[in-house]
């Protein structure tokens, strides 16, 4: 299947004859695999009399060995299809890979985000993307390193034609009230001594439509007008992710902490804060040293962490 599918990523018509002596199969064969292509992968095949099948639109598919010679020296494996690439990545961890490493796939069937929400991962349209890393010396390390990780996404989309990207807290990017990509870290190990943790991140880089997307949503594609190389990106994002996080090892998260204020959308808004069923109204005054959400609530200000937080725009914003 990947053979046929490398033969019709161009976009262009090729024939049943030509497709079956490509692949030493019969035109009956083909037939099946290309049903079998659009049914697991949700492509649409056009087949038009005379002139055989394409693609309906051109497809720039990951590839390990461009990557190899353009991404930052970390080893890179890329899947066709995975349940999410941190659940590749947490499998990888507890089978003993050496980290850094970075997981991408073309295709998520269960992709996941903040607080269990379903990320929509259609085929080679978008990035999914996973990088594993060794922390050492306890929590400190972790301090805002989530924050961390937004600002190398929003200079990378930056850098690709979305100028209007900017950061929410605590883990998404937005172009406007629209998201764009969302960052996801699990950790495993022990977080006061030596501790794994994987950089998940979902960009929507060429998708311009989708089902079962629960939020309002954009992508590269829509805001620059340009389809974008996702081999380019990945080097691109695991430029900035290498110069963020050597900041932040270095300099710890204070040194990012206005850089990331001056990026987020909703400072000085008005928001709820939900967790569970509680709810919290204050105006966004920003973030302190940690990383930490700090609210206004009742003229008062407080300070909010942990991964199950949620914020939300009032109406009166």
């Known amino acids: 299947m990947q053979t046929l599918l490398n033969l019709l990523k161009d976009g262009r018509f090729h024939s049943g004859q030509d497709l ?8 009956s064969a083909v037939w099946k695999q290309l049903q079998h292509l659009e ?18 639109a ?18 890179v494996t890329v899947l066709d299809s995975v349940d ?19 997981v991408l796939a073309e295709r998520q069937v269960s992709g996941r985000g903040r607080r269990g929400r379903k990320w929509v991962s259609p085929f080679a349209e978008n990035l999914y993307y996973s990088l594993v890393l060794r922390i050492d010396g306890g929590m400190r390390q972790l301090e805002g390193l989530s924050l961390v990780v937004g600002l190398a996404v929003l200079q990378a989309l930056r850098n690709f034609g979305v100028p209007g990207a900017g950061l929410k807290w ?19 190990g022990d977080p006061a001594d030596v501790c794994h943790v994987v ?8 998708m311009q439509q989708a089902d079962g997307v629960d939020q309002q949503w954009t992508s590269i594609r829509l805001e620059s007008g340009r389809c974008t190389d996702r081999n380019i990106l990945v080097a691109e994002l695991g430029k900035q992710l290498s110069a963020y996080i050597q900041r932040h090892q270095v300099d710890g998260f204070s040194a990012l902490q206005a850089e990331w204020e001056a990026n987020h959308l909703w400072q000085d808004r008005s928001v709820s804060l939900i967790a569970g069923s509680s ?39």
Not at 20 to 27: E, F, T, V, Y
Not at 58 to 75: E, K, N, Q, V
Not at 199 to 206: C, Q, R, Y
């Open 58 to 75: 051109p497809l720039t598919l990951l590839d390990s060995r461009t990557l190899s010679a353009i991404a930052p020296g970390w080893p």
């Open 84 to 102: 999410s690439t941190n659940a590749e990545a947490l499998r990888a961890i507890g089978q003993g890979n050496l980290a850094p490493f970075l």
């Open 279 to 317: 709810h919290i109204n204050g105006v966004v005054l920003g973030i302190d040293s940690q990383g930490a959400l700090r609210l206004k609530v009742d003229g008062v200000e407080k300070v909010f962490s942990g991964g199950e937080l949620s914020l939300r725009l009032r109406d009166d914003s």
């Open 39 to 56: 049914a697991e992968l949700g492509l649409s095949i056009h087949k038009v009399r005379g002139r055989g099948y394409q693609l309906a």
């Open 199 to 206: 950089l998940g991140i979902g960009v929507n880089v060429n």
């Open 20 to 27: 079956g002596a490509a692949l030493g199969i019969s035109r």
């Open 170 to 188: 605590p883990n998404d990017v937005l172009v406007g009230n629209k998201k764009i990509a969302g960052i996801l870290l699990e950790l495993v």
